[in-house]
């Protein structure tokens, strides 16, 4: 018998596996961390990965409780700056961290980190198996009249039979524990890829900025740093396009992404508009126009790939005993760089909600106390990822008044230091 067992050992399981095990509330569970894959390993190379994820402050911090991150060295690397800018238009926002030891975010290796959950669980105590997936998945009712309680869930390793008073699904957008629960979610396809590579540029400086440009046709490519001289390009643009990058040869991919690094494609009312109009923010002491000198792409340093993007958000993300977490309860666009974000978000929400129910004599593994986790995690996320929904179709738009009023928006916006903190602590 387990009290948890947390099924997925990528970037979210080992961390909730660990945390569990480490807190000062729980009576010392016994947690098992099971994958159908090998243990996740990492060895750095000279070349970063092309998975990599943006790891903001707080996602940070947690990764320091359960001891994972101190385990990936000097290879998460520090982001201080962050510019976006439309390819239509003048407008733009830029966000700075105002101290050198709190960064905006840090980019990190995605086997790096998942092979430092796993070995930070391992630490722990967690009861590790790999190669096992779990088989026969039986989630109970939500409450046995002939035992006056809600039964354990029940599941098979390599024909062996166990039960756990809590199961929880790390195990991503395809969750055998999802559908084992019966648990539905809304999702929306977008018909892009995100095409992904690591290169080397120049004209970075010391390479602590991350860039964001938004192209006319609803594409959104990121330049995000990694090393001293190196960039993850995260292109997300129409899944025909996407293969299409991946067959170029390297020197005609360098010039592609450096041709929408820089292509003007601003409408010539909104140039006139501008420039006509321009005298009233400036008379108040607005900039209004934000240069942007790009990196410029001088080699491609790994194989290219693409995946499938979309969005989806569980309606449910708990049953009797069991509960889901990260890509198992929710996917988001990547142009906000909040995937596995929102997934330790889960971490915390789902361990504090344990916690609380066990501290008011509560069985943490009950029902009720798994439902207090799903509706503030439903609440925040669903809030978070509407407002990412319309700024993706906000850019996606190339309508002169739609275009004339982002530029607006954004100028405003860069010009207040308020604002924009805002937007900074949201994302962190």
Aim: glycine share 8%; proline share 4%.
């Amino acid at each position: 018998m387990f009290d948890t067992v947390c099924v997925g050992a990528g970037l979210i399981g080992g961390v909730q596996a660990a945390l569990l095990r480490r807190s000062r509330h729980l009576p010392r569970p016994k947690v098992l961390l099971t994958d159908g894959a090998r243990r996740p390993t990492f060895k750095s190379t000279l070349t970063k990965n092309i998975r990599q994820i943006a790891v903001n402050p707080g996602s940070r911090q947690l990764l320091q409780d359960v001891g994972a991150w101190d385990k990936l060295g000097n290879s998460p690397w520090a982001v201080h700056k962050i510019t976006v800018w439309d390819a239509m238009g003048h407008g733009g926002l830029e966000f700075e961290s105002k101290h050198e030891e709190n960064p905006i975010f840090h980019m990190t290796e995605v086997p790096a980190i998942s092979a430092a959950g796993v070995d930070a669980a391992d630490d722990a105590g967690v009861e590790l198996m790999f190669e096992s997936k779990l088989q026969n998945i039986i989630v109970p009712n939500r409450f046995n009249q002939t035992i006056q309680d809600t039964d354990y869930v029940h599941f098979e390793i390599k024909e062996e039979k166990y039960e756990t008073r809590l199961l929880l699904g790390c195990d991503g957008a395809n969750s055998s524990v999802r559908k084992a629960a019966g648990l539905s979610s809304l999702s929306k396809n977008y018909d892009q890829r995100g095409f992904v590579c690591t290169v080397r540029a120049e004209n970075v400086g010391d390479n602590r900025t991350a860039f964001q440009r938004f192209l006319p046709s609803g594409d959104v490519i990121a330049l995000l740093p990694c090393e001293e001289d190196q960039l993850s390009i995260v292109w997300s643009c129409a899944s025909s396009k996407a293969k299409m990058l991946e067959k170029l040869e390297e020197a005609d991919l360098i010039a592609k992404i450096n041709e929408v690094l820089v292509i003007d494609r601003t409408p010539s009312l909104i140039k006139q508009i501008h420039g006509s109009l321009s005298f009233i923010p400036k008379s108040i002491g607005l900039k209004t126009e934000m240069t942007v000198d790009p990196p410029r792409i001088t080699e491609i340093l790994s194989p290219t790939g693409s995946f499938p993007l979309g969005s989806a958000l569980a309606t449910n993300m708990v049953a009797p005993r069991t509960a889901i977490l990260g890509d198992a309860a929710h996917r988001v666009h990547p142009f906000a760089g909040q995937g596995a974000n929102m997934g330790w978000r889960d971490v915390e929400l789902l361990t504090d909600s344990l916690e609380r129910a066990h501290l008011s004599g509560i069985d943490y593994t009950s029902h009720l106390s798994l439902s207090k986790y799903e509706k503030v995690a439903l609440i925040e996320h669903a809030a978070f990822m509407s407002g990412l929904e319309g700024l993706k179709q906000l850019y996606k738009t190339n309508s002169t008044p739609f275009v004339l009023a982002r530029n607006v928006g954004t100028m405003f916006v860069n010009n207040n230091s308020a604002l924009k903190d805002i937007f900074i602590s949201r994302a962190s």
